[in-house]
């Protein structure tokens, strides 16, 4: 079994090798020992110009520790740092390890993985939010091994608004696109949730925002970095329509939604819906057992209208 100090997905250790990689662990440890503050969030609220700031997706990073154990005792102990100057584990990583033969032998979510193992070749991967790595490890007999990866990852948190309109009750939905690295131009995650912290890889982002089943859309450009947390506030510059049927509660009602005279742009099913809509002319169409009623309507930046139907 040969030695290598090359980054590879497969590395063979001996004990020379391993004295090395101790070695060099230590002093890494001693260059990082003052952290950086994970949660110091910036703010962003206006789109911003698109810039390659690093790879979306790059080669793992990972420091290794060796110790000799009884024949028996063989382990590996998994952790994942956020960034390279910074001491923060991430917390509840995904981990799953595999034999050679790619046979599942653990899952766990876990800060920290531990687990005996018999000497040998395993895979191990790991997701962290939309972030993920996998690494082929060797472990040798009488040895426990120590990993700690390094994600270069961070966090952000979109919060989606309608201008000037303080609660529209409305569901959201954000989607994130990478604009850099080999999944340029790609979805990498999506969130219904407001405020909710999404875990990507560092680098540059373009930010969808959707307010309900309307036309009001809104984009931006973000930058997120390593071991930071990102806010960013969305506003979009459209109105709120609230739709009412006024009948027979238990009517089953159709909503239709059309800009000026053009084609459909949104439908809902209910006795009232609320719709987010970019400022324009729009044709509000209810039917209700066969029978078609509409109302025509502006609406600006901030307004909230009420349409009423009914017989």
Request: glycine share 8%; proline share 4%; hydrophobic share 40%.
């Amino acid at each position: 079994m040969g030695d290598s100090t090359r980054s590879s997905n497969k590395r063979h250790q001996d004990r020379a090798l391993n004295k090395r990689r101790l070695v060099a662990l230590l002093y890494s440890t001693m260059l990082l020992a003052v952290p950086a503050p994970l949660y110091s969030a910036a703010v962003i609220s206006e789109p911003s110009t698109p810039q390659i700031v690093s790879s979306i997706a790059q080669d793992t990073a990972h420091e290794v520790a060796l110790r000799n154990v009884d024949v028996g005792s063989e382990s590996i102990s998994l952790s994942a740092r956020l960034a390279t100057a910074s001491a923060t584990l991430a917390e509840n990583v995904v981990w799953e390890i595999r034999g050679a033969n790619g046979e599942l032998l653990f899952t766990d979510t876990q800060t920290e993985f531990n687990a005996k193992l018999p000497p040998g070749d395993i895979v191990v991967e790991a997701r962290y939010g939309a972030v993920s790595l996998r690494e082929t490890l060797t472990l040798l007999k009488g040895q426990a091994l120590s990993v700690n990866f390094v994600l270069n990852a961070g966090g952000l948190r979109v919060l989606p608004a309608i201008n000037d309109v303080s609660d529209t009750e409305l569901p959201t939905h954000t989607l994130v696109y990478a604009l850099s690295g080999p999944q340029k131009g790609k979805l990498i995650t999506h969130s219904r949730t407001p405020g909710e912290i999404l875990k990507l890889a560092a680098g540059q982002y373009r930010i969808e925002s959707r307010h309900g089943a309307g036309n009001a859309v809104a984009v931006t450009d973000v930058r997120v970095r390593p071991a930071r947390i990102s806010a960013i506030e969305i506003k979009h510059q459209a109105g709120l329509a609230r739709l009412s049927y006024v009948g027979a509660a238990t009517a089953k009602v159709t909503w239709q939604i059309s800009e000026g005279n053009g084609p459909k742009i949104a439908s809902a099913v209910g006795l009232n819906h609320a719709f987010a809509l970019k400022p324009g002319t729009y044709l509000a169409e209810a039917s209700v057992n066969g029978e078609t009623l509409s109302a025509r309507f502006k609406i600006n930046i901030g307004e909230e209208r009420d349409i009423i139907l009914g017989n």
